[in-house]
């Protein structure tokens, strides 16, 4: 069974840093990308990160320049290192692998702005 964990989120202040990171565990073949989304209350969830298989990655728009996001392959994890946050930042921050036949979802770390 395959299970995502995320950790890393808290409590920061405007222009604050946090690395937020996810883990995965049982066996997962073929990723074709790994992501981080984010759900803010009363919002809808939105992407704002993702690596491709091949490298490649792909920003919202909101975060570009200050979220990088990076993996490491050996030990099935993804990070998203997330500088200058920003209030409008605060959200539940989910992470993501998808392969072809299936996407896997973690539970959550919560990331909050306020000075």
């Known amino acids: 069974q395959v299970r995502l964990v995320e950790s890393g989120g808290g409590l920061v202040q405007p222009g604050g840093s946090l690395r937020l990171s996810c883990a995965a565990s049982g066996s997962i073949f073929n990723i074709n990308f790994m992501g981080w989304y984010r759900q803010a209350p009363g919002k809808q969830r939105e992407m704002v990160a993702l690596?491709?298989?091949?490298?490649?990655?792909n920003y919202a728009d909101s975060v570009k320049g200050r979220f990088i996001i990076s993996r490491d392959n050996a030990k099935n994890t993804v990070y998203l290192q997330i500088n200058s946050l920003k209030a409008e930042d605060t959200a539940l921050y989910y992470c993501?692998?998808?392969?072809?036949?299936?996407?896997?979802w973690g539970q959550g770390t919560q990331v909050a702005v306020s000075s």
């Open positions: 993501s692998f998808s392969t072809l036949f299936n996407n896997y």
């Open positions: 690596i491709h298989s091949d490298g490649r990655t």
